[in-house]
T-cell receptor, first 116, second 113 residues
Framework: AQKVTQAQTEISVVEKEDVTLDCVYE???????LFWYKQPPSGELVFLIR??????QNEISGRYSWNFQKSTSSFNFTITASQVVDSAVYFC?????????????FGQGTILTVHP | SQTIHQWPATLVQPVGSPLSLECTVE??????LYWYRQAAGRGLQLLFY??????ISSEVPQNLSASRPQDRQFILSSKKLLLSDSGFYLC????????????FGDGTRLSIL
């Protein structure tokens, strides 16, 4: 069975601060895929990134960066110079093994509030 | 480009009434389709998925059912709603094999009275 843990329930920062959202995963499969999704107050989930288990390169996209470390089973997400528009619930998720469909296992989410 | 539509956006139903939520995808063919429920604004739980017309798999036993009458249409139903069915329902699609990102609709907020 797979599990994703986001230990930070809520984080509150002031605009322009950097913030890191933690994600720890569990799976026995050697092939797996990790995702981050953003859920703004409007409710829809927005896909941010996918990483596969064979690629540990960190990734940067604008103010967003992701740190994938297999040794600690972590896939952390950092927002640099946070903005009010970054306020949302952020979900880390996992698909493990080879299936014809993708069963996403979600963490419980981290509520990020960025104050002006 | 691909788009996903879900309706209605909000729904208030009495206990014991039927339910039908609809989801359609445009701009792609033979997508994988999913229904999720999000309770209390937190973690999402996969309810059903479908890899093709008429093919439905259920992840958890419950009061709900799903159908896929057309390639890009996915319907979530219930004959008799329970209070515990309240929540935020999200439809999603993905293309190809199962490790591809899933793209979500805007969701339906269902309140049972």
């Amino acid at each position: 069975a797979q599990k994703v843990t986001q230990a930070q329930t809520e984080i509150s920062v002031v605009e322009k601060e950097d913030v890191t959202l933690d994600c720890v995963y569990e799976t026995r499969d050697t092939t797996y895929y990790l995702f981050w999704y953003k859920q703004p107050p409007s409710g829809e989930l927005v896909f941010l990134i996918r990483r596969n288990s064979f690629d540990e390169q960190n990734e940067i996209s604008g103010r967003y960066s992701w740190n994938f470390q297999k040794s600690t089973s972590s896939f952390n997400f950092t927002i640099t110079a946070s903005q009010v528009v970054d306020s949302a619930v952020y979900f880390c998720a996992l698909i493990a093994g080879g299936t014809s469909y993708g069963k996403l296992t979600f963490g419980q989410g981290t509520i990020l509030t960025v104050h002006p | 480009s691909q788009t996903i539509h879900q309706w209605p956006a909000t729904l208030v139903q009495p206990v014991g009434s039927p339910l039908s939520l609809e989801c359609t995808v445009e701009g792609t063919s033979n997508p994988n389709l999913y229904w999720y429920r999000q309770a209390a604004g937190r973690g999402l739980q996969l309810l059903f998925y479908s890899v093709g017309i008429g093919q439905i798999s259920s992840e958890v036993p419950q009061n709900l059912s799903a159908s896929r009458p057309q390639d890009r249409q996915f319907i979530l139903s219930s004959k008799k709603l329970l209070l515990s069915d309240s929540g935020f329902y999200l439809c999603a699609w993905s293309q190809g094999i199962g490790n591809q990102p899933q793209h979500f609709g805007d969701g339906t907020r269902l309140s049972i009275l």
